[in-house]
C-alpha cells in the first residue's frame, strides 16, 4: 500500500445542539511528526479526531488522504486508542487475533504476529489471561499493542494517559515513541502541556472549535502567538 | 395449610416412587419447553441483535412491536397456532395438531419474542461501549454482531432463561394445540390445570412443587456454569 499521508483537512465544522463544536479547521499533517492536539477539555481535540479517522461525519468540509476520500482501503492504515480501551470479553491475546482476523490477515500468521505486538508492549507473559481482568496501564498497552499489530500508517490517540497514573502513563508514551520511531505518523490529543512537552514534534493549538496555532512543539512551547495559548501555558483556566 | 402440608406430602409420594406416569410428564415437559427455548434462542438471539446495531426506518416501531410481543397472551398464541395447524388451516395437511411438536412450535412462537427484546436490550447497551472500536477495527456490521453475541453471552443467558421461565410455566398454548392427552401431550403444566379441575388440589400442588425443583435447578446450574466461565473470561 503506498502512503495515504499527508491528512489534508479542509473547513472541517461539526454542529451540534445549535452551535459549531468545531468550527472550521483547516490543517494538513505530514508523515514522520508526533502531532499533538492540544487544548482546555471542550476544545473540539476528540470531535476533530473522530472526523478524520471517520467516526463521525463533518457537518461540512472534508477530510482527505493524500488527495484522495476515505476509503475502506484507506482505513485499513489507520488505527485508534481510545481513552477508555475497549477490550473484547477474550483473552490477551484474542484480542489481537481479532483485529488482526477483520484486516483479513491470514489465520496462520495472526498468532505469530500477536505475540510479536504483545512482546513489544511488555504483555508476552499475560497472553492467555483475561483481556478484561488486566489493571487500567495494562489495558491501555493492551490496546496499543493491538493497534500495533495493524502496522498502521497513522495511530489516533485521543487522550490515553487521562485515566492512568504516571508509571503506567511513562509506558504508554515509550510505546507510542517506539512506534513512532518505526514509522507509524502518531497523532495524539492531550490537555496535559507537560505530555506535550515530553512528546509533542508539532503542536496544534485548538481553542472553542477554532484552530489558533499550528507550529512546532519549540516554537509553540516557548513563544505561542496567541493570547489564548499563553494563557493556557501559563496555567490559566481557559473555557 | 393443610392444603400445603398434603401438598408437600403427595409430592415427596411422587418423587420417592417414581411414578411413571409422572416421569414420562416431566420428561415430555423438558423435551418440550427446553427445544422451544433453543429454536426460541436461534431466532431471537441474531434478531434482537440485528435490531441492536443496524440503523434502517421503522426500527424503532419494530423495537416497540417487539417489546409488546413479551406480552403476548400464551391463550392467544395457541389459537393462532391452532387455526393455522387445524384441518383446515393452510399446514393441516402436515397434521401436527395435538402433538408434541405442536406444542414446541407454540412454545417457540411465544418465546423468541421474549429472548429478542431482552438480546435488543443487552446487545444494544454493549453496543454504545463497542461501537467506535468496532467501527475503527473495520468491523462488519454483521461481524459486530456476532461479536456483541459473543461478549454479551453471559448476560444473554438471563434473556434465554427468562424465555424458558416462560415456556415453562405457561399452560394455555400447549393446552390448545396439545389437548392434554394422556401418554401423548400430557405436560407438567396440563396436567396440574387437570388435577385442579377435578379437585385434586394436593396432588396439583405436588405436581407445581416438582415444577419449581425443575426450574431452580436448571437455573441453578445454568447460573454456576455461567459464573466458572465467568471467572475464567472476565
Redesign the interface.
Known amino acids: 500500500m503506498e502512503s495515504i499521508l499527508p491528512l489534508s483537512v479542509e473547513n472541517l465544522v461539526y454542529r451540534a445542539g445549535g452551535s459549531n463544536l468545531v468550527d472550521g479547521i483547516s490543517f494538513k499533517l505530514e508523515t514522520g511528526l508526533r502531532t499533538i492536539l492540544l487544548g482546555p477539555n471542550g476544545a473540539g481535540k476528540s470531535l476533530t479526531l473522530r472526523m478524520c479517522h471517520g467516526l463521525l461525519q463533518p457537518t461540512s468540509g472534508t477530510v482527505s488522504w493524500h488527495g484522495r476520500n476515505a476509503s475502506n482501503e484507506v482505513l485499513r492504515e489507520q488505527a485508534m486508542v481510545f481513552q477508555r480501551p475497549v477490550l473484547l470479553r477474550r483473552s490477551v491475546i484474542g484480542n489481537i487475533t481479532y483485529a488482526l482476523a477483520l484486516r483479513g490477515i491470514r489465520r496462520s500468521h495472526r498468532t505469530n504476529r500477536a505475540v510479536e505486538a504483545l512482546t513489544r508492549t511488555g504483555l508476552g507473559a499475560m497472553a492467555q489471561r483475561a483481556a478484561r481482568r488486566l489493571s487500567a496501564g495494562e489495558q491501555q498497552r493492551l490496546a496499543l499493542a493491538r493497534a500495533w499489530a495493524l502496522t498502521p500508517q497513522i495511530l489516533f490517540l485521543d487522550e490515553p494517559t487521562a485515566n492512568l497514573d504516571p508509571a503506567a502513563t511513562r509506558q504508554v508514551e515509550d510505546i507510542i515513541n517506539a512506534m513512532h520511531i518505526t514509522g507509524t505518523k502518531i497523532v495524539m490529543t492531550t490537555h496535559d502541556i507537560a505530555q506535550a512537552r515530553r512528546l509533542a514534534d508539532e503542536v496544534l493549538f485548538l481553542h472553542r472549535g477554532q484552530l489558533l496555532e499550528k507550529s512546532t512543539a519549540e516554537h509553540f512551547l516557548n513563544e505561542p502567538s496567541s493570547e489564548e495559548a499563553r494563557a493556557f501555558l501559563k496555567g490559566e483556566l481557559l473555557w | 395449610m393443610d392444603n400445603l402440608s398434603q401438598a408437600l406430602n403427595a409430592a415427596i409420594r411422587l418423587i420417592v416412587t417414581f411414578d411413571r406416569d409422572l416421569a414420562e410428564i416431566v420428561f415430555l415437559s423438558l423435551r418440550v419447553s427446553l427445544t422451544a427455548v433453543s429454536l426460541a434462542a436461534l431466532i431471537g438471539l441474531p434478531i434482537g441483535a440485528a435490531l441492536a446495531v443496524l440503523r434502517f426506518p421503522g426500527r424503532r416501531t419494530l423495537v416497540v412491536i417487539l417489546n409488546a410481543l413479551m406480552g403476548l397472551p400464551p391463550v392467544v398464541v395457541g389459537l393462532i397456532v391452532l387455526l393455522v395447524l387445524s384441518r383446515a388451516g393452510p399446514l393441516g395437511v402436515l397434521g401436527l395438531l395435538f402433538s408434541p411438536t405442536a406444542m414446541i412450535i407454540a412454545q417457540t412462537l411465544l418465546t423468541a419474542p421474549i429472548v429478542a427484546a431482552l438480546t435488543r436490550q443487552i446487545v444494544e447497551d454493549l453496543w454504545t ?2 461501537e ?2 468496532l ?5 462488519t456490521p454483521s ?1 459486530s454482531i456476532w ?1 456483541l453475541l ?2 454479551g ?2 448476560s444473554l443467558v438471563t434473556a434465554v432463561l427468562a424465555g424458558f421461565g416462560r415456556a415453562a410455566s405457561e399452560v394455555g398454548a400447549v393446552m390448545l394445540v396439545g389437548g392434554n392427552i394422556d401418554h401423548v401431550t400430557r405436560v407438567m403444566t396440563t396436567a396440574i390445570a387437570l388435577e385442579t379441575s377435578k379437585g385434586n388440589l394436593a396432588l396439583a400442588l405436588g405436581l407445581g412443587m416438582i415444577l419449581l425443583s425443575l426450574s431452580l435447578v436448571i437455573n441453578g446450574a445454568v447460573y454456576l456454569a455461567g459464573d466458572a466461565a465467568k471467572r ?3
Open positions: 461501549e463497542y467506535e472500536q467501527r475503527s477495527l473495520g468491523a461481524r461479536t459473543w461478549d453471552r453471559f475464567a473470561h472476565g
